[in-house]
């Protein structure tokens, strides 16, 4: 499983082939990282300067040729940085708004520093979990900065 978490591996090989349940999280979360949070969710997630992880919800899965893709339903905004955050490299979807489990993460295609006063934003659809064979990957996190 490319980009997904040890945790969710764990948690579906558990729920589907050990008859040991998983309950699904009531809502989901996107974090951001300066460093790669690697499956095993050891990055570098920003901590202050206003920084929140902000709640993500996906769209219904489609086909993509082979692949079954989700994307994110909605615009997503962090809030006004009120210190520098470093340069975004990664985005993670977590379980919660603190703590919790990593689900999968992904590199920033260009990655991008986050100073006092700017905003992080990812539009509409950039954040795509696909489901491609026997691999789940997360990609897209198209960030931009207002």
């Known amino acids: 499983m490319n980009n997904a978490s040890a945790w969710l591996a764990n948690a579906m090989l558990n729920h589907f082939f050990r008859n040991t349940a998983t309950t699904p ?44 893709v989700i994307s994110s339903a909605v615009e997503i905004r962090f809030p006004v940085a009120t210190a520098n955050w470093g340069n975004i490299s990664h985005f993670a979807i977590r379980t919660a708004a603190t703590g919790g489990n990593m689900l999968a993460f992904a590199a920033v295609p260009v990655p991008k520093p986050i100073e006092t006063g700017d905003e992080a934003k990812f539009i509409v659809g950039s954040i795509r979990i696909r489901l491609a064979g026997s691999n789940i990957t997360a990609s897209g996190g198209s960030l931009t900065v207002d």
């Open 25 to 68: 999280p009531p809502q989901l979360f996107l974090a951001l990282y300066t460093s790669n949070p690697t499956v095993n969710d050891v990055g570098a997630e920003i901590q202050g300067g206003s920084y929140v992880r902000r709640a993500v919800a996906f769209s219904a899965p489609v086909r993509d040729g082979l692949d079954t």
